[in-house]
């Protein structure tokens, strides 16, 4: 049966009229449905069709066509307005579009060769988008299938970690995780198999089946553990547990911690990173892209690397190779007080067939900072700005996960929040030219295990860019190291000592929750943080238990004071986030 | 008529007795259940009397606004006029606790007090 | 080597530090801020000192009377100083801090903490929503508006109507936001009585009980909020939303002792007040280590929290000396019927004189009747003009009444 076929069987099973067209593999949807559901449930099963490489969902439901249309027209008076208005006279040779782990990862790996690159943002700092809101957990590569691009670059971008997080002085902690198997992993199958089968399939065969496909998808030292093994390598796990399978190379990373890293040393090595930077449309001739039009002007760039994450099908569109359609998935997390941390030593996952329909990937895991985090859900949002969390999300989390520990007091949580996945309806990685421009690379539809691969990711885009022409030279000048600001909170009491000596700001401690010192936010400040979460991406202050409650106006004085703005101008973080608004009286300051 | 009735709650307990206040010549209090509501409800109705907290803006001191109070209680229909008497107001540190302020504040004979010490500072 | 180290400068760790030197020890007191007074310098209203001296004080000025008696009686104040890590040895306690000057090792023979508590926020009480600036404490504005001259908002929406949102209502209203609005799941403003009064029906300041915030709106600042109406156990009732247009959001929904330290050095917390147990000397479960005011308990005047620091210097004294015999066993107090927390925890000591209970009442009521009673028997009762929750009540007895005894309960009936 050809594509085309198989393609409309899928869309005789709605009784809607869809339109759709087949063009290099991508196919086109337009026409009108009832609900998002919908356009979501039609997009999937489309995408699953082999032979799709990409799914453009143009279909409409109710609400959707206007706010598509608003910001079209948005983007197309800044172009009008910006299109020959030059920021830079240089020509690049690559613009990255985005400054998430993957674009920031991009152009840390292009640094190292002699070019002229430079990585636009629209947001006022790196890692604004899904990077911010991720859980840290650097995968296996144990979830993704065989013959999928992700498993290749999990894989690889996973074994990459040690040596890059060493080389940006970047936390990193190889964990490992536990796969956990207790009878509620097959409750749905319970009739199929009675007595004594259920408990044996549970100990023996799942486990084994689950080593089998690690082994396939070629990760090595998988181990089997079952009943008080399980308990020995985690001891607060629940005791029904009847099995689990180990899987070594699990890691865990601050993202965003990641992210700011790559961007400086990026910086360093001579890419030029452009800050509230909107990419609004292109200038192309024939399928070649010259310039960049952006909300501050052109730049003139010979290749051009869409990483806009969530917003890289917006971007696709702008240069006329539409090839994809995001559909946003939300999911929420929630963070415990460090004082646990010692509950959780593992990346903990309980295995369910079939997987959890809301939170399909999530787990429990700590932090490197030594917090514990539960989480993700997975809920498809109509909204790419969606991200707020509701209190049926937090005691859906609560519900899903305080089986597996049933010992950790639910109270103790101190933050939640949530990010939207940039998935395509075709799941898998996009990262091959596109289609109608032929120095445009699609870097998209990067979503679970996006932060694992990244790093492969960022070697594979190089690569690809490499076969659309760019050249290559290896930079002798390259620098790949960079430090983080250091923290009073890990320093030994002779090392705090002598710095204070030095600047007697280290010992300033302006957030007790995390121990954090007016010299780290100052140097945050002075590294380039321009608002208030900035400062705490970079030091962590206000991230404790108290959050915020104590150290806010502490934190914002010393940005005021070192930014030589007013404190009422002060952003939490963007120019529309000022945290105050009005003096007493109406009087002066 | 409708105009004679104010409604307080009554201060002198946890209870907070939701006093009816009937004025006229002759004041009555209901809804008190003791005679300290009865006391407090009389008072209220004739001359409710509070202390206005604010603060002003002082120039070299640690912080920037200096934080002052009326010295005594000011009837309460001037309450908002003598907010308004503290707008602008600029004093310099140093300044010691119960400094004058300002004087007879909004013409209530009662002066605006400092609370507390502010050094002065570079 | 110190007698006693006190930390926390605020009124409790004043009035203990005080009094401790005043009976000729060396003490040392350290505060994590750049002045003393704690919480109290940015309370610029009146109303402390009612209790103690009778007259109606503000609270820097209330502050001020223990700053000089700290002054006046040689404790070593040290400022701007961060606790890092407490250690308990054999026969005294390990500080180490850090401060501009560098690190150092201070060696106590007993510790008084009086470190206080913080408030509760949004993510403690699960608002939903979005995350965007314009969210604060109560306590955070108050010191906006009172040490900045800042306003948060123009206008902003006050969730909770304890006595700290009603006194920020007040400043709000008075320093010139443009319109303020406040709500409160409780049927009736849980402050005092008088803050009620005189910080929203004075002004007429639009308030609606039995409602409270579910959602936050807006994605970089605040918009506007979802309230929703709640029943009496504070449950939403679905399908009484409705949004509420405002630019920020102010949380006065409780406070939360920082237990954490206490913890760490063995200290058992009590669930119910989030505190360390205590005895009547407030001396918590590790010998030697006492704590005073919030981190006790929240206490509703400072009246009362520094009266309970002087008990505690006493136990400091006796601590010192090696005097006070304590008993064997130590007599529980547990809360009863109607009883949420009870303060102290135990009765450890054999001495004479009398015992301060506090409780916090489980309901609001009339012409209440409370009973001390153990083993079925009612050993005393008291007569209360009239309780509630948010009120704080206090009961002397005299060690007699509950000597000999294992376990003594209070009820409210």
């Known amino acids: 049966m050809s594509i085309s076929r198989k393609v409309k069987k899928v869309l005789d099973g709605y009784p809607h009229d869809i339109s759709y067209g087949l063009d290099h593999g991508i196919v086109i949807l337009e026409g009108h449905v009832d609900s998002h559901e919908e356009w979501v449930d039609i997009g999937l099963k489309v995408g699953e069709v082999e032979g799709v490489e990409g799914v453009v969902n143009e279909i409409t439901w109710k609400g959707r066509e206007g706010v598509k249309n608003k910001r079209k027209a948005r983007l197309k008076k800044k172009f009008e307005e910006n299109k020959d208005k030059r920021s830079t006279s240089k020509v690049y040779d690559v613009v990255i579009i985005g400054g998430g782990i993957i674009g920031c990862s991009i152009a840390r790996e292009l640094s190292k060769f002699e070019l002229d690159a430079a990585l636009l943002e629209k947001e006022p700092d790196v890692s604004l988008g899904q990077t911010r809101a991720n859980n840290g957990m650097v995968h296996p590569g144990l979830a993704p299938s065989k013959h999928s691009l992700k498993r290749e670059l999990n894989v690889k971008g996973n074994a990459l970690y040690p040596k890059l997080c060493d080389e940006l002085d970047v936390p990193f902690k190889r964990v490992g995780s536990l796969i956990l198997i207790t009878p509620k992993t097959l409750k749905k199958y319970r009739k199929y198999l009675p007595g004594g089968l259920y408990t044996f399939a549970l100990k023996y065969v799942l486990p084994w089946l689950v080593k089998r496909k690690g082994k396939r998808n070629g990760l090595d030292g998988i181990e089997v553990l079952r009943g008080d093994e399980v308990l020995k ?72 690397v869409n990483a806009a994450g969530l917003h890289s099908d917006e971007v696709a569109e702008l240069a006329d190779a539409r090839e994809f359609t995001m559909h946003p998935r939300k999911g929420v997390e929630l963070l415990f007080n460090k004082r646990l941390e010692d509950q959780v030593d593992h990346c903990l996952v309980e295995l369910t067939i079939p997987s959890h329909p809301t939170s399909k990937g999530g787990g429990i895991n700590p932090t490197v900072h030594g917090n514990i985090i539960w989480g993700p859900t997975a809920e498809e949002v109509k909204s790419k700005e969606d991200t707020s969390v509701d209190k049926k999300d937090i005691d859906k989390i ?17 933050r939640y929040f949530a990010g939207v996945r940039a998935a395509s309806f075709t799941e898998d990685f996009i990262i091959r030219p596109a289609k109608g421009a032929s120095n445009l690379l699609h870097v998209a539809g990067i979503q679970s295990p996006g932060v694992a691969s990244a790093p492969a990711i960022a070697e594979y885009s190089v690569e690809r860019l490499h076969e659309m022409g760019l050249s290559l030279v290896k930079d002798d000048d390259f620098d790949g190291s960079r430090k983080k600001i250091d923290r009073a909170a890990e320093m030994s009491e002779n090392e705090l000592k002598r710095r204070i000596e030095e600047d007697e700001r280290w010992g300033n401690i302006v957030c007790t929750c995390e121990m954090v010192s007016e010299a780290e936010i100052v140097e945050a400040l002075e590294r380039g943080a321009a608002s208030f979460d900035a400062v705490k991406r970079r030091t962590r202050a206000g991230m404790g238990e108290c959050q915020e409650s104590y150290c806010l106006l502490r934190i914002a004085e010393i940005v005021s004071r070192e930014l030589e703005i007013p404190l009422n101008k002060v952003k939490k973080e963007w120019d529309e986030s000022e945290f105050f608004d009005g003096i007493v009286r109406g009087e002066g300051l | 008529m409708s105009d004679d009735v104010k409604e307080v709650l009554c201060v002198r307990c946890p209870k907070g007795c939701r006093l009816k206040l009937l004025l006229g010549e002759e004041v009555a209090v209901k ?29 070299d001191a640690r912080w920037p606004r200096l934080p002052v109070r009326s010295e005594r209680a000011v009837p309460l229909v001037k309450v908002e006029e003598v907010i308004e008497e503290l707008r602008g107001l600029e004093v310099e540190a140093p300044v010691k606790k119960g400094d004058v302020i300002v004087e007879n504040v909004a013409e209530t004979s009662v002066d605006m007090i400092a609370e507390r010490d502010m050094e002065r500072e570079a | 080597m110190k007698d006693a180290v006190v930390i926390g400068g605020g009124p409790s760790g004043l009035a203990a530090a005080s009094e401790l030197a005043k009976k000729q020890y060396e003490i040392k007191l350290l505060e994590r801020n750049d002045e003393l007074g704690g919480l109290l310098q940015q309370c610029i209203h009146e109303g402390f000192g009612t209790i103690l001296f009778d007259e109606s004080l503000s609270g820097p000025e209330f502050a001020d009377v223990f700053i000089e008696k700290v002054d006046d009686a040689g404790v070593e104040v040290e400022l701007n100083t961060y606790v890092k890590s407490v250690e308990k040895k054999d026969d005294h306690f390990e500080i180490l801090t850090v401060t501009g000057e560098g690190v150092q090792n201070i060696s106590a023979r007993s510790l008084v903490y009086a470190i206080g508590c913080r408030e509760r926020n949004r993510f403690e009480i699960k608002i939903g929503g979005t995350r965007p600036a314009g969210v604060y404490t109560a306590g955070t504005v108050q010191r906006l508006v009172n040490l900045y001259g800042i306003l948060p908002g123009k206008d902003p929406i006050i969730v909770g109507g304890g006595d700290v949102g009603l006194i920020v209502a007040r400043h709000l209203h008075l320093e010139g936001v443009d319109s303020l609005m406040m709500v409160y799941p409780e049927e009736f403003f849980s402050g005092l009585p008088r803050n009620a009064q005189q910080c929203i029906l004075d002004f007429d300041i639009p308030y609606k009980p039995r409602t409270t915030v579910k959602r936050i709106i807006g994605e970089k600042k605040v918009e506007a909020v979802e309230l929703v109406e709640v029943d009496e156990n504070w449950a939403p009732i679905e399908g009484t939303e409705e949004t509420y247009g405002c630019d920020s959001v102010i949380l006065s929904v409780g406070l939360i002792p920082y237990s954490e330290k206490v913890e760490e050095l063995g200290a058992v917390i009590d669930p119910r007040t989030g505190g360390p147990e205590v005895n ?82 489980g309901l609001e009521k009339e012409n209440a009747k409370v009973d001390i009673r153990s083993e079925g028997r009612v050993l005393k009762s008291f007569k209360k003009r009239y309780i509630r929750p948010s009120t704080l009540e206090e009961l002397e007895v005299s060690r007699g009444v509950i000597g000999g005894k294992k376990e003594v309960v209070v009820d409210v009936r």
């Open chain 2, 31 to 59: 809804g008190h259940e003791c005679r300290l509501g009865e006391e407090y409800g009389k008072k209220e109705a004739t001359d409710p009397e509070r202390v206005v907290p604010s603060t002003v803006k002082i120039m």
């Open chain 3, 280 to 361: 009547e000397f407030f001396e918590t479960s590790v010998d030697g280590v006492f704590s005073v005011g919030n981190l006790v308990q929240i206490f509703d005047y400072v009246d009362d929290a520094v009266k309970m620091s002087f008990v505690a210097a006493e136990g400091v004294d006796d601590y010192l000396k090696g005097a006070g015999r304590k008993r064997d066993e130590p007599v529980r107090l547990k809360p009863g019927k109607n009883v949420r927390s009870i303060v102290p925890q135990r009765i450890a000591h054999e001495s004479e004189g009398k015992i301060k209970i506090f409780f916090r009442p």
């Open chain 1, 233 to 304: 390598e985690e001891e607060n796990v629940t005791e029904e547990v009847l099995s689990a399978v180990k899987i070594p190379s699990t890691g865990i990373v601050d993202p965003y911690e990641l992210t700011i890293a790559l961007y400086e040393n990026a910086e360093k090595n001579g890419v030029d990173f452009y800050l509230n930077t909107e990419v609004v449309g292109f200038k192309k001739q024939d399928d070649s892209i010259q310039r960049v039009i952006t909300d501050e002007g052109y730049l003139s760039t010979r290749y051009v």
């Open chain 1, 398 to 414: 609560m519900e899903r996960y305080s089986s597996i520990l049933p010992d950790l007091p639910e109270s103790e949580f101190i």
